[in-house]
Structures are given as structure tokens and as C-alpha cells.
């Protein structure tokens, strides 16, 4: 069964600056994707980013980027100018077929 | 993106009566839609697979009896959790992938309705 995994379960930054979320996953498919779901105090799951993973460019959303690798099957997530409203509950997630799974979440902070 | 709806928002009900929480895709088909169940400072929880037209597919551990899904369009499906008890106090919320296959690998989800079981 696949599995994601979010090692950090609380992030800071402060305003302005970069931020770094990590995920990792276990699968052994070939053909997947992977997300970036952002979830704030109104608990409305916000998509963020995705990537494909037949794409080896990493996907880039304004000031969201994520870093893909493949092989170490690692999924990061860089927040640039961190702003206080991207202050939110975030989920790594993973879908095979029909099946979505997502990780434990990171509690991230804007400080200002 | 869609636009999905839950109804109710925030229910509470009494031990030992029933509940049923809409799911609604206002922009688009979809055959399949998702129900996940998320306690407080967890991530998100898959209960069911709601399939128009076919029976859920529920995952280990959900009780069918309890937790019924009723996919009748491929604009609303339902969730029903009979018998509740304090334990099923919990926010629920649906996802809806549309039937248009350009947006198949993306969920679209709703609000969330959160249920307090008196």
C-alpha cells in the first residue's frame, strides 16, 4: 500500500522569507501524481500545486514550487515570500489510480 | 475550479437518530466522489468511494451499515451516518472528480460538515 509521509508537523517563517516543507512516499508504481493541498482555518482543502510523475521539470505555481525527485521518491514543497495568509494547515498527497492518500499534514506559521 | 457543496455546514444531532450530509458538484459531472472524515489536527481520512449508479466502495475499517452512501446522480451523493453516536462527531467533507477526463487526476472537495453528537 502506499504511504506519505510528512516528517515536520510544524513549520515557521517569517514573513518575507522561504520555507521548505518536506514529504516523502512509498509506492510502487510508475505512473502517479503527487499534490500539494493547503488547508486554512476555514478548512477548505485549497490545491496548491501538482506534478505529474512522468515529468521530470518540477511544477512551479507564482510563489509555490515544488522540488521532485524521483527516484529518492521525495516531494518537497518551497514557499517564496512567505505571506501571513499562506499561514495553513498543508498535506503532501498521492494518487495511483483512483486512490488518493494523504499525509499527516505540517502546521505551518507566518510570523510577522 | 469545481465548485462543490456540502449541506449542512454544522449539524447537531442527538445520540441515537440519523444524519444526512450532502455532497454536490454544481459545475460538473462527476462519477465518482469521495467521502474522508478528519478528526481535529489530523489529515484527512478515506471512508468511502462513492460511485454513480454502483454500490460505495468502502475502506477497511468503515462500517457500511452505519456509514451509507448514496450516489444517485452524478451531481449529489449522500452520506448518512445512522445511529449516531458521540464517537462520530467529526468533520466530514467530499471530494468530487470530475467525469471530464482533462480534469480526472485532480479532486475538487467541498466545505466540510461538522457533526457534534450529543
Known amino acids: 500500500a502506499q504511504t506519505v509521509t510528512q516528517s515536520q508537523p510544524e513549520m515557521s517563517v517569517q514573513e518575507a522569507e522561504t520555507v521548505t516543507l518536506s514529504c516523502t512516499y512509498d509506492?510502487?508504481?510508475?505512473?502517479?501524481?503527487l499534490f500539494w493541498y493547503k488547508q486554512p482555518p476555514s478548512r477548505q482543502m485549497i490545491l496548491v500545486i501538482r506534478?505529474?510523475?512522468?515529468?521530470?521539470q518540477n511544477a512551479t505555481e507564482n510563489r509555490f514550487s515544488v522540488n521532485f525527485q524521483k527516484a529518492a521518491k521525495s516531494f518537497s514543497l518551497k514557499i517564496s515570500d512567505s505571506q501571513l495568509g499562506d499561514a495553513a494547515m498543508y498535506f503532501c498527497?498521492?494518487?495511483?489510480?483512483?486512490?488518493?492518500?494523504f499525509g499527516p499534514g505540517t502546521r505551518l506559521s507566518v510570523l510577522p | 475550479g469545481a465548485v462543490v457543496s456540502q449541506h449542512p455546514s454544522w449539524v447537531i444531532c442527538k445520540s441515537g437518530t440519523s444524519v444526512k450530509i450532502e455532497c454536490r458538484s454544481l459545475?460538473?459531472?462527476?462519477?465518482?466522489m469521495f467521502w474522508y472524515r478528519q478528526f481535529p489536527k489530523q489529515s484527512l481520512m478515506l471512508m468511502a468511494t462513492?460511485?454513480?449508479?454502483?454500490?460505495?466502495?468502502?475502506e477497511q475499517g468503515v462500517e457500511k451499515d452505519k456509514f451509507l452512501i448514496n450516489h444517485a446522480s452524478l451531481t449529489l451523493s449522500t452520506l448518512t451516518v445512522t445511529s449516531a453516536h458521540p464517537e462520530d462527531s467529526s468533520f466530514y467533507i467530499c471530494?468530487?472528480?470530475?467525469?471530464?477526463?482533462?480534469?480526472?487526476?485532480?479532486?475538487?472537495f467541498g466545505p466540510g460538515t461538522r457533526l457534534t453528537v450529543l
Open positions: 498527497a498521492y494518487k495511483g489510480g483512483q486512490n488518493f492518500v
Open positions: 471530494s468530487v472528480i470530475p467525469s471530464a477526463a482533462i480534469l480526472y487526476n485532480e479532486q475538487f
Open positions: 509506492t510502487s508504481e510508475s505512473d502517479y501524481y
Open positions: 459545475d460538473f459531472q462527476a462519477t465518482t
Open positions: 506534478q505529474e510523475a512522468y515529468k521530470q
Open positions: 462513492s460511485n454513480e449508479g454502483s454500490k460505495a466502495t468502502y
